[in-house]
């Protein structure tokens, strides 16, 4: 059975598939393949220990969520310094204790609210520049167009895109 989910309940779901067991002998369950290993050795059972994973035949595949925050994480540790420092600060981290929190993502919803103001904030100040060259050049704003401005402006635009 392949079961997709992301973030918490990936981690959940991961740890009780790695520590949950069923002794084929006794029947007894176990939460930690610790002790699991230790009733066998205890009772000297002659079993292999994998046949005896309860959730042996479950696949863990990463849903969205999980590559969202992933994505997020890395976004973060490349912009942090550039601009989501200084926009985490304007959104009220200000001790270096928050700063730091907000730094690796620990509440995955604020983090991606961050980035949603962090890229139209970005987007809104490349469009504002293009549409007024447009506007100088008597020309409609297009993507096209849009791509080749942004192609002959300073780096930090280019970043932009
Ligand atoms: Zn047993």
Do not use: R
């Not at 925050?69 to 973060?76: E, P």
């Not at 962090?118 to 549409?131: D, G, M, Q, R």
């Not at 050049?137 to 297009?142: I, N």
């Amino acid at each position: 059975m392949a079961i997709g989910c992301g973030g918490l309940l990936f981690s959940l779901y991961s740890k009780m598939i790695k520590h949950y067991f069923i002794c084929h002998h006794c029947n007894e369950s176990f939460t930690k393949k610790v002790q699991f290993q230790h009733h066998i050795h205890q009772e000297n059972h002659d079993i292999d220990i994998e046949k005896c994973n309860k959730y042996k035949n479950i696949l863990l595949i990463p849903g969205m969520g999980h590559i969202d925050i992933n994505n997020t994480k890395a976004l973060f540790k490349l912009m942090w310094q550039p601009c989501i420092k200084n926009l985490a600060i304007l959104l009220g981290w200000k001790s270096p204790k928050a700063l730091t929190l907000c730094e690796h993502c620990t509440d995955h919803h604020k983090a991606m609210q961050i980035l949603d103001i962090l890229f139209e904030s970005l987007t809104s100040e490349l469009l504002k520049a293009f549409v007024k060259y447009c506007n100088e050049k008597k020309q409609q704003p297009d993507v096209i167009n849009l791509y080749a401005f942004a192609k002959i402006q300073p780096k930090h635009y280019q970043f932009l895109l």
